[in-house]
T-cell receptor, first 113, second 112 residues
Framework: GAGVSQTPSNKVTEKGKYVELRCDPI?????LYWYRQSLGQGPEFLIYFQGTGAADDSGLPNDRFFAVRPEGSVSTLKIQRTERGDSAVYLC???????????FGPGTRLTVL | KQEVTQIPAALSVPEGENLVLNCSFT??????LQWFRQDPGKGLTSLLL?????REQTSGRLNASLDKSSGRSTLYIAASQPGDSATYLCAAPTGANSKLTFGKGITLSVRP
């Protein structure tokens, strides 16, 4: 079956704009995670969904960041009033359940000019 | 708070060499540890997941070990090939939600 997919693969935006990043998890995976990776660093946790609910959003840096997963499948990460410091690769991962192996998508490279 | 360390940051070896990549973590209350490979500009590919009840896990030329008591894991790569050149990251889960804490990775270069 298909792996985790993310769209767009690249997004260039201007400071202050709103962006949405999409993640399609592996079918049947109830757990979904968002991470952010800066150059030369390992990914850092942003938010975790179990089904439709955000079970842990402790990694979101501030209230400009928000994510949804309304039907327990596709998730969208939303960033308002983007800043240059938001530039990074945003990675999505899914797993059958928490405490299981996580599978990552190819990421969305966000560049804020 | 879980902290994961991978040293050295980069490693260069000749083709055919057997090598060990090290990973250390501070919170030993983990139920598994995952090793990933990342090629430049790409996402993460899961290599091995080793459960806390296991001491080793093998996949092809890769072997991962886990020692919870000492807070260490190693990834052994046998008979390295140029195609193994990539960044290798280890990640330990935190809490019941299993959010992963990653090391910074080891960038491996295998010279032909």
């Amino acid at each position: 079956g298909a792996g985790v997919s993310q769209t767009p693969s690249n997004k260039v935006t201007e400071k202050g704009k709103y962006v949405e990043l999409r993640c399609d998890p592996i079918s049947g995976h109830t757990a979904l995670y968002w991470y952010r990776q800066s150059l030369g660093q390992g990914p850092e946790f942003l938010i975790y969904f179990q089904g439709t609910g955000a079970a842990d959003d402790s990694g979101l840096p501030n209230d400009r960041f928000f994510a949804v997963r309304p039907e327990g499948s596709v998730s969208t990460l939303k960033i308002q009033r983007t800043e240059r410091g938001d530039s990074a690769v945003y990675l999505c991962a899914s797993s059958l359940a928490a405490q299981r192996e996580q599978f990552f998508g190819p990421g969305t490279r966000l560049t804020v000019l | 708070k879980q902290e994961v360390t991978q040293i050295p940051a980069a490693l260069s070896v000749p083709e055919g060499e057997n090598l060990v990549l090290n990973c250390s973590f501070t919170d030993s209350a983990i139920y598994n540890l995952q090793w990933f490979r990342q090629d430049p500009g790409k996402g993460l590919t899961s290599l091995l997941l080793i459960q806390s009840s296991q001491r080793e896990q093998t996949s092809g030329r890769l072997n991962a070990s886990l020692d919870k008591s000492s807070g260490r894991s190693t990834l052994y790569i046998a008979a390295s090939q140029p195609g193994d050149s990539a960044t290798y990251l280890c990640a330990a889960p935190t809490g019941a939600n299993s959010k992963l804490t990653f090391g910074k990775g080891i960038t491996l270069s295998v010279r032909p």
